[in-house]
């Protein structure tokens, strides 16, 4: 017995050596001696993409920050889930690091990051497009979160849509696509060597990178790299209701981080700095550094070279430089540097002469012959239950006020309803409306037999506008991808306030006057 208790130890002693013999290894320090000092001043360090106890984060704002602040780090970008309608805390100094609010949205999509957007008069959700040109609307920068994650409900899939940054890098996606080996591995690194334990799972996020270098050939996207931290142990994991336990706050800050290249050095005054961080962040003047490889590295920036390494290169590791026209990337791979393929262990943005904004999408000139559109009924109301709605329409002008049933979200919806004979052949949907504040109104198509329902959501302000919905924009209200059914089986028009875009218990109205159709 006491032989077999001792093969045993010996065994565990053995597989416990090795284990320690085979941690991945320490971040390599560089001497950084020979960096230009101003540089180094303006060169700030920080952590994007946060969650705390005020969505599935473990961690206050001040525990987040003091952990920044042990990681070395000099910024944090709060994320909390969230739908756009609440103030961001103003940024503030805590433990020394500076703390901005930012919000993640979920859509339909996938999550959208946005920092510097004023707060939403609705919630915003729905269509991913739809969602970024609000986001635009309030002033923000949006983000595309997570492509690489696995849970699709999560990852970001609109590639069309004008967001203005992508997350190159996700560590909380990074993970998952691990063998459940790997994963053991990593946890037992974790305890002994935290960040190294962290980025050996992650690889080179390859479908993300050539996205982003495509877009590049069409317009500009800033790329970070987001820690997505939730700190150890919390209620629930992003997008189930499950029990989770996280890396800590400060393992995900050493782990990697951004750099953002300022145009003078921080002050101290935390809305003057906030300012100079979020615009050199919107301009690309920032580049990521996998930190746990080695934090040691400094690049420059200027006008005619773009960005250049600024301190010494390690052994065996080798600067990539990607072109597209007149600009230019970084890449720095380090010879010891985790995954397959190797995550890279820097990530510049793209620099050089900007594109030119893309002019704004002059609406497609209407072509084809307008007529009214054929409704064969009078304006007539359609609504859960315990909400309110009431209709008054005089000649083609039809007005709805509304007001969503308060408490909790049951499906709540008023919808301003006209009967259709089948509208065959129209390719667009014309009309005029106005809201009496900012909303988001859909517009929906339903057919029959089986009530399907067609939806488009429009934004409406007081002030009328023409809208135009191009019946091919449309998508099924209802998930699935399915094909529109035969538009002379069209059955009814609804104008729908929805949880999609208000809350229980909003209140208001809208009018829509002058509808047409283009065939
Ligand atoms: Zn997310
Ligand atoms: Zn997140």
Same mark, same amino acid.
């Given at each position: 017995?006491?032989?077999?208790?001792?093969?045993?130890?010996?065994?565990?002693?053995?597989?416990?050596?090795?284990?320690?013999?085979?941690?991945?290894?320490?971040?390599?320090?560089?001497?950084?001696?020979?960096?230009?000092? !101003?540089?180094?001043?303006?060169?700030?360090?920080?952590?994007?993409?946060?969650?705390?106890?005020?969505?599935?984060?473990?961690?206050?704002?001040? #525990?987040?920050?003091? $952990?920044?602040?042990?990681?070395?780090?000099?910024?944090?970008?709060?994320?909390?889930?969230?739908?756009?309608?609440?103030?961001?805390?103003?940024?503030?100094?805590?433990?020394?690091?500076?703390?901005?609010?930012?919000?993640?949205?979920?859509?339909?999509?996938?999550?959208?990051?946005?920092?510097?957007?004023?707060?939403?008069?609705?919630?915003?959700?729905?269509?991913?497009? +739809?969602?970024?040109?609000?986001?635009?609307?309030?002033?923000?920068?949006?983000?595309?979160?997570?492509?690489?994650?696995?849970?699709?409900?999560?990852?970001?899939? !609109?590639?069309?849509?004008?967001?203005?940054?992508?997350?190159?890098? &996700?560590?909380?996606?990074?993970?998952?696509?691990?063998?459940?080996?790997?994963? *053991?591995?990593?946890?037992?690194?974790?305890?002994?060597?935290?960040?190294?334990?962290?980025?050996?799972?992650?690889?080179?996020?390859?479908?993300? +990178?050539?996205?982003?270098?495509?877009?590049?050939?069409?317009?500009?996207?800033? $790329?970070?790299? *987001?820690?997505?931290?939730?700190?150890?142990?919390?209620?629930?994991?992003?997008?189930?209701?499950?029990?989770?336990?996280?890396?800590?706050?400060?393992?995900?800050?050493?782990?990697?981080? &951004?750099?953002?290249?300022?145009?003078?050095?921080?002050?101290?005054?935390?809305?003057?700095?906030?300012?100079?961080?979020?615009?050199?962040?919107?301009?690309?003047?920032?580049?990521?550094?996998?930190?746990?490889?080695?934090?040691?590295?400094?690049?420059?920036?200027?006008?005619?070279?773009?960005?250049?390494?600024?301190?010494?290169?390690? %052994?065996?590791?080798?600067?990539?430089?990607? /072109?597209?026209?007149?600009?230019?990337?970084?890449? +720095?791979?380090?010879?010891?540097?985790?995954?397959?393929?190797?995550?890279?262990?820097?990530?510049?943005?793209?620099?050089?002469?900007?594109?030119?904004?893309?002019?704004?999408?002059?609406?497609?000139?209407?072509?084809?012959?307008?007529?009214?559109?054929?409704?064969?009924?009078?304006?007539?109301?359609?609504?859960?239950?315990?909400?309110?709605?009431?209709?008054?329409?005089?000649?083609?002008?039809?007005?709805?006020?509304?007001?969503?049933?308060?408490? *909790?979200?049951?499906?709540?919806?008023?919808?301003?309803?006209? !009967?259709?004979?089948?509208?065959?052949?129209?390719?667009?949907?014309?009309?005029?409306?106005?809201?009496?504040?900012?909303?988001?109104?859909?517009?929906?198509?339903?057919?029959?037999?089986?009530?399907?329902?067609?939806?488009?959501?429009?934004?409406?302000?007081?002030?009328?506008?023409?809208? $135009?919905?191009?019946?091919?924009?449309?998508?099924? *209200? #209802?998930?699935? &991808?399915?094909?529109?059914?035969?538009?002379?089986? $069209?059955?009814?028009?609804?104008?729908?306030? !929805?949880?999609? &875009?208000?809350?229980?218990?909003?209140? %208001?109205?809208? /009018?829509?006057?002058?509808?047409?159709?283009?065939?």
């Amino acid at each position: 017995m006491k032989k077999v208790a001792l093969a045993t130890a010996a065994v565990l002693a053995a597989v416990f050596v090795f284990l320690l013999a085979t941690l991945p290894p320490r971040p390599a320090a560089i001497p950084l001696d020979s960096v230009d000092p !101003d540089l180094r001043s303006r060169t700030v360090r920080g952590a994007y993409h946060v969650h705390t106890v005020r969505s599935d984060g473990a961690g206050s704002k001040a #525990e987040v920050a003091a $952990a920044a602040a042990r990681a070395g780090l000099t910024f944090a970008i709060f994320t909390d889930h969230g739908d756009g309608t609440q103030s961001p805390d103003p940024p503030t100094y805590s433990s020394g690091v500076l703390c901005l609010d930012g919000v993640e949205i979920s859509t339909n999509g996938g999550h959208y990051v946005t920092i510097d957007a004023s707060p939403s008069p609705y919630p915003l959700g729905g269509e991913p497009s +739809l969602v970024v040109e609000d986001v635009r609307r309030l002033g923000g920068f949006g983000i595309a979160a997570h492509p690489d994650h696995p849970g699709s409900e999560l990852a970001w899939r !609109d590639w069309d849509a004008p967001f203005d940054g992508i997350e190159w890098l &996700n560590a909380d996606a990074e993970w998952r696509d691990e063998r459940p080996a790997r994963v *053991a591995r990593a946890l037992f690194d974790y305890f002994v060597r935290p960040a190294p334990a962290l980025a050996s799972v992650f690889d080179r996020p390859i479908a993300t +990178l050539e996205r982003w270098d495509t877009l590049e050939k069409r317009r500009s996207v800033v $790329a970070l790299a *987001a820690v997505d931290a939730h700190g150890g142990a919390r209620a629930r994991i992003e997008g189930t209701p499950a029990f989770g336990i996280g890396p800590s706050y400060e393992a995900s800050f050493r782990s990697l981080s &951004n750099r953002v290249i300022v145009e003078r050095p921080l002050t101290g005054n935390a809305a003057q700095d906030a300012r100079l961080l979020i615009d050199a962040v919107k301009a690309g003047r920032v580049y990521s550094v996998v930190d746990a490889i080695s934090p040691d590295a400094v690049l420059a920036l200027s006008d005619e070279r773009g960005f250049e390494l600024a301190s010494a290169l390690p %052994g065996g590791a080798q600067v990539f430089t990607f /072109t597209r026209g007149n600009r230019r990337r970084l890449e +720095l791979h380090a010879a010891a540097a985790p995954g397959a393929p190797p995550v890279p262990w820097v990530v510049s943005n793209w620099a050089g002469p900007r594109h030119a904004e893309p002019p704004a999408e002059p609406p497609a000139p209407v072509t084809g012959e307008v007529v009214p559109l054929p409704v064969g009924s009078a304006w007539r109301i359609e609504k859960d239950p315990l909400s309110s709605g009431r209709i008054s329409a005089a000649g083609d002008v039809g007005a709805l006020e509304f007001k969503l049933r308060a408490d *909790a979200r049951a499906s709540q919806f008023v919808a301003a309803v006209s !009967d259709l004979k089948g509208i065959p052949g129209v390719r667009r949907i014309l009309f005029r409306g106005r809201g009496t504040r900012p909303m988001r109104v859909s517009v929906q198509l339903r057919f029959s037999p089986d009530g399907a329902r067609w939806t488009k959501a429009v934004y409406l302000e007081p002030a009328e506008q023409e809208i $135009a919905v191009d019946v091919a924009s449309m998508v099924p *209200a #209802e998930s699935g &991808n399915r094909t529109m059914p035969d538009l002379s089986t $069209a059955q009814s028009i609804l104008f729908i306030v !929805d949880l999609v &875009n208000a809350r229980p218990g909003d209140s %208001g109205g809208f /009018t829509v006057s002058a509808l047409r159709a283009v065939r």
